[in-house]
């Protein structure tokens, strides 16, 4: 098979027609020629922090991930899912779920710090909503389009959208998440988790190329060629660098870890983009979740482990930092089949090494009646500002709109 | 090569709007006709449409159109939403409790907002409703409401319900009717609009956005107008009511004409101005034909003969679908499809029902750039390229990409789970292209198989380039099923499948 071009100069070349039949009809010629040179500079912003958000698809059981095991509300609520062995310590009277170890030895090693309770006024119980409102960073009664990331990216990314430069956001998952949409156009990245990024061996993705570089018309189907030609372009650098990396840790084989994979993969290649964004599904756990809650934590755990102990041999750890959120929640009380229905607050998790490892805000109150909902002790909007303002140093007002109590893990 | 836009010297103003002569009648004009009025032009379509002529498609696409009745739940919820609202106002003191309950039934709302939207793609998905569909968007892209702001299911059904009304009016009446809706009295703060106190942001947008454009209206004649449109409200809730004690009975004066005007007599004199015959004709040209500008005198000449026919929208409908400038060469193939056209001309192409799973059909359209009766601002979406950015258009494969992958039903959570189930006894669960979809293209030969889906899926500009890159992507596959399927992805994903 043919080699893939690798440069938009290659790849205009090879365009069918040859020659340089394609610089005749579009008017961005020029900026794709000079991008070839520069493709391999390491960027201006190469030593920028960066922020890779793990997202806990399905809204994860906090009181299942953070055990209160000297609470006898707890076991109150939860007389058969609530757990009792094989508890990690954090604190007198907190403890990890048997199936983080590996978060557990990231606390120890001062790694990690554990946000508790994070909420907002006036939770949403439904899985569309609630998300809508972490991404956005709305209040409940607020309806907003643009993502709380889309936003940092137009507040500093501003100016013309220059195609040549790296994506600002990255994303793993299957659709692009509504964090990263934006007011103003920002060049935004997606892949799979696993696979090839640019297809490669993929002849779904050969036969689009194909067709891609068989197009040969004016007006706007020059413009959707050339803005699809600037993504493939970037997918085949992508792949580069990612079937390149030797990673220094050991990633299994989950979604999440290959994923994390990935974005260490390119942290590595030193990309300009700021933002990461992966997803881990599954957490809607409405029924038997006793195995199920606990793979999970067991992926997710290993998963963070094996990402920050690459960045830490990469000597990458100082500037990056990994949060995780949740839609919501689940129920104090557990419901009549092993399970646990939606809820509210729930903590969760800072990773980095640059973080004040520990525990930050304040546990639930259990004290509540069956079937009540916890009350949240910390905004989400505070650790997105903290992290906005004391990691990425932008104005977190400016993204969020009001200032928030900032939360101390920075 | 490329056709030149017709101008007034190349193509004459009197033939413009002329209907197409049938010796013109072919499968591309008709394909064209389809693919504009409507989201898709399948096969069948076309063949039925060839035997008579372009006037009967244009009817026959709105003549079987059905009503989207309001859901159950939504209905019921209307009954009793604004007793609630009361109750909860008057009757329960605590503030806390309140809030609580203000909360619950917000909640409520924004549930049944949803089951609104994906009862809506499951309707205009029908061939039979698309046209009637894509007109009511095209009006809501004019009457422009957005859920944010109003936020009140019902009330936002309802609009759009007269909007589909609307196709068969005449355009001022439309307009008289849009001025009594709920959702737009609370849009643009008609409520407000009262005999002294009065709120100027209707009569504006009624002039700028709805029936003039900008530049054809003086401050005063908003101010004026504004004092005609006092005491509008929305009694309990949905009922549209004139409250006569803050109607501002004085003399108003608009456009040079005085009297003691009310809101319908402000429309009345509107459409008397010359700037009402074109406005809403340059908005079928963005929405419909062209994001390139068309010369002023085609769109004054339409003008001329759409005000003799008292603004009837049926036949602006009809005039403008049937012309010559319509099926011009130069307007063919060249426009970017909206969000909702590209998502509801790619089921209708592939046989498939709406995606049943409400968080990922209502994402996959808020991050392709339109989330359902949720425009970014008055003026509504910007159509053409404006819908293109490497977010949308990553958003856009990867809504093909969906399609071609089977269903992990594991990963899915409660609510999805739930939809499926639904989807399943409605017997629309056909939402992913499976083997057996694909299995009768098998029969054909690699250059029939090329040249059926270009023929279908895209417009004849691209079609040389693509036909001989199709086939040999079909005859180089593993196996012939693996050939089509891939050769499908990849057309869909095309900048040709983009455009219509």
Redesign the interface.
Same mark, same amino acid.
């Given at each position: 098979m043919e080699s893939l071009p690798l440069t938009r100069r290659e790849f205009i070349r090879r365009s069918a027609g040859g020659g340089l039949g394609f610089l005749a009809f579009t008017g961005a010629a020029p900026s794709f020629l000079a991008q070839s040179a520069l493709a391999q500079t390491p960027g201006p912003e190469r030593d920028r922090t960066i922020l890779v958000v793990i997202q806990l698809a399905g809204g994860n059981d906090g009181l299942n991930t953070i055990i209160p095991h000297t609470d006898d509300n707890y076991y109150r609520l939860r007389p058969t899912i609530g757990l009792k062995n094989g508890l990690l310590p954090i604190s007198d009277d907190l403890a990890f779920h048997p199936s983080c170890g590996p978060l557990h030895e990231l606390l120890k090693e001062g790694q990690l710090s554990i946000v508790q309770n994070v909420g907002y006024p006036n939770p949403n119980r439904s899985h569309f909503r609630s998300t809508e409102i972490w991404e956005t960073g709305s209040s409940s009664d607020e309806m907003q389009r643009e993502g709380w990331l889309g936003r940092f990216f137009d507040n500093t990314c501003s100016g013309t959208p220059n195609e040549d430069a790296d994506p600002v956001g990255v994303h793993i998952s299957d659709i692009v998440p509504q964090s990263y949409l934006s007011e103003s156009s920002q060049a935004i990245f997606g892949m799979k988790p696993r696979g090839r990024i640019d297809g490669g061996r993929d002849p779904a993705d050969i036969a689009f190329e194909k067709l891609l570089a068989a197009e040969h018309i004016a007006g706007n189907a020059s413009y959707l060629q050339h803005t699809m030609m600037n993504t493939l372009v970037t997918e085949r650098r992508v792949e580069k660098i990612i079937s390149g990396y030797k990673p220094k840790s050991k990633y299994a084989y989950n979604n999440l870890s290959q994923s994390l994979k990935r974005v260490a993969a390119l942290i590595h290649a030193d990309l300009e983009t700021r933002i990461y964004f992966v997803s881990q599904g599954g957490y809607d756990t409405h029924a038997n979740q006793e195995n199920n809650h606990a793979r999970l934590l067991a992926e997710l755990s290993g998963a963070m482990q094996a990402f920050q102990n690459d960045l830490t041999a990469h000597k990458k750890d100082d500037q990056v930092m990994t949060m995780t959120f949740s839609e919501f929640g689940r129920r104090p009380s557990e419901n009549g089949s092993g399970g646990t229905d939606h809820g509210t607050a729930a903590p969760l998790f800072v990773m980095g090494s640059q973080v004040k490892s520990g525990l930050h805000g304040m546990a639930p109150d259990l004290n509540i009646a069956q079937n009540k909902d916890l009350k949240f002790s910390t905004d989400f909007r505070g650790v997105y500002s903290s992290v906005l303002d004391r990691w990425l140093e932008c104005d977190a007002t400016k993204v969020l709109g009001h200032g928030y109590e900032h939360v101390p893990f920075i | 090569m490329?056709v030149k836009a017709p101008t007034p010297n190349s193509f004459k103003i009197e033939g413009a709007w002329k209907p197409l002569p049938r010796s013109h009648w072919n499968k591309e004009t008709a394909a064209h006709l389809f693919r504009r009025i409507g989201f898709s032009a399948s096969p069948e379509m076309i063949q039925l449409a060839l035997k008579s002529d372009s006037k009967d498609a244009i009817s026959n696409a709105f003549a079987n159109a059905e009503q989207l009745e309001m859901p159950d739940k939504l209905s019921e919820y209307r009954k009793t939403a604004h007793q609630e609202n009361v109750r909860i106002y008057r009757d329960i003191k605590d503030p806390e409790e309140k809030?609580e309950r203000r909360?619950e039934l917000?909640?409520q709302d924004?549930?049944l907002f +949803?089951e609104y939207a994906m009862a809506w793609f499951h309707h205009a998905l029908k061939p039979e409703n698309s046209a009637t569909e894509k007109f009511v968007v095209f009006l809501q892209d004019v009457f422009v409401v957005d859920? +944010?702001t109003v936020?009140d299911s019902p009330a936002l059904f309802t609009l759009q319900k007269t909007l589909r009304e609307g196709v068969e009016l005449k355009y001022p009446e439309l307009c008289k009717l849009v001025s009594r809706e709920p959702a737009m009295i609370r849009y643009l703060n008609l409520d407000r609009n009262t005999a002294g106190k009065p709120n100027e942001n209707f009569a504006r947008e009624l002039f700028e956005l709805f029936t003039l454009g900008e530049g054809n209206y003086t401050e005063a004649d908003i101010k004026e107008s504004a004092r005609a449109f006092t005491g509008y409200r929305a009694k309990n809730r949905y009922e549209f009511e004139l409250q006569l004690n803050r109607h501002d009975t004085s003399q108003k004066s608009v456009f040079g004409e005085a009297g003691d005007w009310d809101g319908d007599d402000v429309i009345d004199i509107t459409f008397r101005q010359p700037a009402a015959r074109t406005f809403l004709i340059r908005e079928l040209i963005k929405f419909y034909l062209t994001?390139e500008i068309v010369p002023e005198a085609y769109i004054e000449a339409l003008g001329e003969q759409w005000a003799a026919r008292d603004f009837d929208l049926s036949y602006l409908i009809e005039t403008f679908f049937q012309s010559r400038l319509f099926y011009h060469p130069a307007y063919r193939?060249? @426009? *970017?499809k909206s969000p909702i056209h590209f998502y509801l001309g790619l089921c209708q192409d592939l046989h498939l029902d709406v995606v049943p799973f409400?968080?990922?059909l209502? #994402? $996959?359209m !808020? *991050?392709m750039g339109q989330?359902f009766y949720?425009p970014?601002n008055v003026r509504g979406w910007l159509y053409?390229?404006h819908w293109?950015? $490497?977010?949308t258009? $990553?958003?856009r494969r #990867?809504t093909v990409?969906?399609l @071609?992958e089977p269903l992990n039903e594991?990963?899915l !959570?409660? !609510?999805d789970k739930r939809d499926l189930e639904a989807a399943r006894e409605q017997k629309r669960a056909d939402f992913l292209v499976t083997e057996e979809r694909l299995a009768p293209l098998l029969a054909m030969e690699p250059d029939e198989i090329a040249q059926h889906l270009t023929t279908y899926f895209i417009t004849a500009? $691209?079609r040389s380039?693509?036909q001989? *890159? %199709?086939e040999?992507?079909i005859s180089a &596959?593993?196996s012939p099923l &693996?050939g089509v +399927?891939?050769?499908i992805?990849? %057309?869909l994903?095309?900048? &040709?499948y983009? %455009?219509s």
């Open positions: - | 490329e809030r909360r917000r909640q924004e549930s +949803r859920r +944010r936020r994001d193939g060249k @426009f *970017v409400e968080g990922r209502l #994402q $996959s !808020n *991050v989330p949720n970014p053409g390229e293109i950015n $490497s977010t258009i $990553s958003a #990867q990409d969906y @071609f594991d990963k !959570n409660g !609510n500009s $691209s380039a693509y001989p *890159v %199709l040999q992507i &596959a593993d &693996a +399927r891939n050769a992805i990849a %057309l994903q095309s900048p &040709a983009n %455009l």
